[in-house]
Every structure is written in structure tokens, then in C-alpha cells.
């Protein structure tokens, strides 16, 4: 093969994501996502945690699960936290555990770096509301690119994510952004709501915290959820008596850059049920998918 035709399909492999990653099925592959303008006008805006850098446009490393078949199959788009994809636990305990639970029930996952491509370490000590609008963009550029997929439903994309990709959801379907190719529902797991407690949202949302989060505080959701009127979509409110902050990840109890961080078994069973369920609920699963 030539270096002409060797790069070409190189390009072509990169944005049609067919690079296939170590240690998941070949139904795993990576893509570089165009980032598209929104509530932000540049992909890097000169912020400290990016290291004042500054760049117009720029593109998403996003990483693909694809359940079996040809499809085309309903997708969520997923956000990860504060500290970025950098540690491998949040692959192995968080993101895999999720995606594997949606490929069961025949929908694809698709993971969003917003940190890595810009140069970000982590914002969980600073920014932390700023950096859930701004990555509100890269979830409607992850949501378009996936529309545009022969093998997805573009009908069918929903976003979820975990702590300040949790607040990240709230910031995505806030009634307030005006976007062409709305996500049909959203999933948030322990989320800071602090920014969002006179918020309303365009499409029915699910958010999961425990009451023993002292990261996240529980009473800014439930002022959020007390907000919204009559007329405002689905806003269901789950709650956990032990739940510390990233009760979902199979980790030891510990402390990492302030934050309290813990496991509860219990929550996690329910969370994926609660979550199952309510996917069923907004179309994303049928009633004869997955088991």
C-alpha cells in the first residue's frame, strides 16, 4: 500500500470509527468528533484549567459502544467527571460497567473526552459550573455527529453523565438553549444543581444522589425539582440514604482533592434499575430488548 492510500484510509478509520481499543469486544472504536459552537464560540477559550490555550475549532476524541446488529440503534451520549478518561478506574468501574449494561438492552454508548483534547487535567477544584456549559456543546457535537451514523437512530440519543458531567446534563437540557436536534431524555448522576435550582428542562430528566453526598448536596436538587411547574417535563428525583458521591464506581472509601468519594452497593443495583427503566419509559428500549 502507498503512503497516499495508507493515510487515506488512516482518515477514514479516525472519522468513521473504526480504530478498535484493547480489552472490549470489536464492537468498540474510537472517532474524532468535529466540536460545534453553542453556549461557547471557541473549542479552547484561554480558561486556567486549559492553560490559557485558545483555539477556534478543535475535535472530541469520543469512544464508541456498539450493541449487536446492523441497527440502526438508539445511543446515549456519556459525560464522564470532574478529573476527566485519564484514570483507568474510570473506564473499568464507571464507564464499561454502564456501557455494557446498555449493550445488553440494545443501545450504544458513546463517551465524550471533554479534557484530554484541550488540555485539561481537572476542574473539580475550579470552573466547575463554567465547565458544564461549555461542555454542554461537546454533548450536542457528540448527539449530531451520532445522527449522522448510518447505524444509529438519530431519533433515539440520550445524554447522561456523572457528577460534573451530571451537572453537565442539567446545563444540555436546559429550557433556555435553543437547539435544532434536541436528546429525547437525560440521566444524572449526582450532579451539583446548584446552578440550575429555577431551571426548567425541554426533556424528561432522571437525577440519582444520595443523601450522604458532601460533595453535591442533595438540597439544591430537591429545591430544582421543587421549581419546576406542572407543565415542565418528567423530573424524577432519586435519592439513596447512604449514597456518598460516585456511589456507582467500586471503589474504597477515600479522599481525593477535598472531595469525599464512596461505594454503595445497594445504590448501584437500583440506580441501573431506576435507569433501565426510565430509557424504557422515553423509547430508548423496547419491550423484547436485552434481557
Not at 478543535?58 to 478518561?85: D, M, N, Q
Not at 454502564?98 to 438492552?105: I, P
Not at 461542555?135 to 448527539?143: G, L
Not at 450522604?212 to 432519586?238: G, H, I, N, W
Amino acid at each position: 500500500m502507498n503512503l497516499t492510500a495508507r493515510a487515506r484510509g488512516l482518515t477514514a478509520a479516525a472519522l468513521l470509527g473504526a480504530v478498535l481499543l484493547p480489552g472490549w469486544t470489536s464492537a468498540q472504536s474510537t472517532a474524532q468528533v468535529p466540536w460545534r459552537p453553542g453556549n461557547a464560540e471557541s473549542f479552547q477559550a484561554g480558561a486556567v484549567e486549559e492553560r490559557r490555550a485558545r483555539s477556534t475549532h478543535g475535535s472530541l476524541p469520543v469512544t464508541i459502544y456498539r450493541p449487536a446488529g446492523e441497527g440502526p440503534s438508539p445511543f446515549v451520549v456519556l459525560l464522564h467527571g470532574c478529573g476527566g478518561l485519564k484514570h483507568e478506574s474510570m473506564w473499568s468501574r464507571w464507564v464499561q460497567p454502564w456501557a455494557e449494561l446498555f449493550r445488553e438492552r440494545g443501545i450504544g454508548t458513546a463517551v465524550v473526552d471533554s479534557f484530554g483534547p484541550r488540555g485539561v487535567d481537572q476542574v473539580c477544584t475550579s470552573g466547575v459550573a463554567a465547565w458544564a456549559i461549555r461542555r454542554a456543546d461537546d454533548a450536542y457535537s457528540a448527539r449530531a455527529w451520532l445522527a449522522e451514523q448510518p447505524w444509529v437512530d438519530g431519533r433515539r440519543i440520550a445524554v447522561m453523565g456523572m457528577s460534573n458531567g451530571g451537572r453537565t446534563v442539567l446545563a444540555t437540557l436546559r429550557t433556555t438553549l435553543k437547539r435544532s436536534e434536541p436528546f429525547v431524555a437525560g440521566v444524572a448522576l449526582y450532579p451539583g444543581c446548584q446552578s440550575d435550582v429555577a431551571s426548567t428542562f425541554y426533556a424528561p430528566l432522571l437525577v440519582l444522589i444520595g443523601r450522604a453526598d458532601t460533595v453535591t448536596p442533595l438540597r439544591f436538587c430537591e429545591q430544582m425539582k421543587a421549581a419546576q411547574p406542572d407543565s415542565a417535563p418528567e423530573l424524577k428525583l432519586v435519592v439513596y440514604p447512604r449514597g456518598p458521591h460516585t456511589f456507582d464506581m467500586t471503589l474504597p472509601d477515600r479522599t481525593l482533592l477535598g472531595m469525599r468519594l464512596g461505594y454503595d452497593d445497594d445504590a448501584t443495583a437500583d440506580a441501573r434499575r431506576q435507569v433501565i427503566a426510565f430509557l424504557t419509559a422515553h423509547g430508548l428500549i423496547s419491550g423484547n430488548a436485552g434481557r
